[in-house]
């Protein structure tokens, strides 16, 4: 009788293992990075939410819109870090523009929030820099047709926090 007991309480220790195993599988597939869904094909107004975080990961790596359309776009901060120490910004760049050119200038560019007065014909907008829990939006209209890249430009951060804004 003993040994049953034993054995039912190894299957269920063994069990719980598995759900807690499967827990961590499923939190893994939560913080996968999204797709942005493409805008809708009559729509005047794409309307864009992106998140940055404290481990500097935007949850978008592609954002696609069409040539000319209003872009209305929301960056949150869903960390807890503040400004100072993990800032996060949305900048998208023109089609010529080097990232790691633009990451590394960007990052002696503090007292103008990290983005480089000298460069500022390599970006098409911004928003400001934001830290844990605030939010920013800005509107602006889609550039013409093709592929650029978005990025923050808060030191180091474009290594890990860069998409492609793909305007249709």
């Avoid at 819109?65 to 996060?88: N, P, S």
Wanted: a neutral charge; aromatic letters at 6%.
């Amino acid at each position: 009788m003993k040994k049953l007991v034993v054995v039912c309480l190894a299957a269920l220790a063994f069990s719980c293992g598995e759900d807690k195993k499967e827990q961590k599988t499923e939190m893994k597939t939560e913080t996968k990075v999204e797709k942005a869904a493409p805008a809708a094909a009559d729509s005047k107004e794409a309307v864009v939410s992106i998140e940055g975080n404290d481990q500097m990961q935007f949850n978008k790596k592609e954002i696609r819109v069409k040539a000319g359309q209003k872009v209305k776009l929301t960056l949150k901060h869903v960390g807890k870090m503040e400004k100072a120490v993990m800032g996060h910004n949305w900048a998208l760049l023109t089609q010529d523009a080097d990232v790691a050119t633009v990451g590394n200038a960007a990052a002696m560019a503090k007292d103008n929030d990290y983005i480089p007065a000298d460069m500022t014909d390599k970006f098409i907008v911004h928003t400001k820099m934001i830290g844990g829990g605030e939010s920013v939006t800005i509107e602006f209209d889609a550039p013409e047709a093709g592929t650029y890249t978005y990025m923050c430009t808060f030191p180091g951060h474009y290594a890990l926090m860069q998409g492609k804004f793909i305007v249709e």
